[in-house]
């Protein structure tokens, strides 16, 4: 069974400083892979995406991604860090069975401190 | 272009009492799917349609909900008698060949 694995529940970052959000996978198969973003009270919002080619992918908002296969991860990355990156980030893997329903990971908050 | 409509936002319910969850999908896309997030944990998946069929509901409760979208109208999530434990967020999300989802701002359910 495919699944997501978010290490960190929370992280804290100055503002200015990299941003890294990990995620591994499980997957028997090629993964498509997503970064997801949630603002509070509000929905989601993919930044990025993998399925398949080049494996460094950037999104939206200055983040991008890695897919690393060796080391099944797929983490999240930003130079910098904004005071509005504050959110909570979910890294999903899409089944491959077809269905293309997505299993998330249990979520990382971003705090980002003046 | 709209995105994907959920409403209410924000819903109370008493325990016992239906819930009624609608979403409309972006123009166009003919698959829904709806996730729901209880406080502190991720997305879980719940059920996935297409126009007037029921794909794979392999996340839904065995009891009290159920989930249609049909052919003229949006897609409903429905609650029947619901306890304390149904509060959580709800989301749709649509698609247009089961690829890429599009996410709805959410229902948040409580119940009191």
């Known amino acids: 069974a495919q699944s997501v694995t978010q290490l960190g529940s929370h992280v804290s970052v100055s503002e200015g400083a990299l941003v890294l959000l990990r995620c591994n996978y499980s997957s028997s198969v090629p993964p498509y892979l997503f970064w997801y973003v949630q603002y509070p009270n509000q929905g989601l919002q993919l930044l990025l995406k993998y399925t398949t080619g080049a494996t460094l992918v950037k999104g939206i908002n200055g983040f991008e991604a890695e897919f690393k296969k060796s080391e099944t991860s797929f983490h999240l990355t930003k130079p910098s860090a904004h005071m509005s990156d504050a959110a909570e980030y979910f890294c999903a893997v899409r089944e491959n069975k077809g269905t293309g329903k997505l299993i998330f990971g249990q979520g990382t908050t971003l705090q980002v401190k003046p | 272009n709209a995105g994907v409509m959920q409403n209410p936002r924000h819903l109370v319910r008493r325990r016992g009492q239906e819930a009624r969850l609608r979403c409309s999908p972006v123009?166009?896309?003919?698959?829904v799917y709806w996730y729901r997030q209880l406080p502190e944990e991720g997305l879980k998946f719940m059920v996935y349609?297409?126009?007037?069929?029921?794909?794979?509901e392999s996340g839904m409760p065995k009891e009290r909900f159920s989930a249609e979208f049909p052919k003229e109208g949006p897609s409903i999530l429905r609650i029947q008698q619901v306890v304390r434990g149904d509060s959580a967020a709800y989301f749709c999300?649509?698609?247009?060949?089961?690829?890429?989802?599009?996410f709805g701002q959410g229902t948040r359910l409580t119940v009191v």
């Open positions: 123009k166009g896309h003919s698959h």
């Open positions: 999300a649509s698609s247009p060949q089961g690829f890429e989802a599009f």
């Open positions: 349609l297409q126009k007037e069929n029921i794909i794979d």
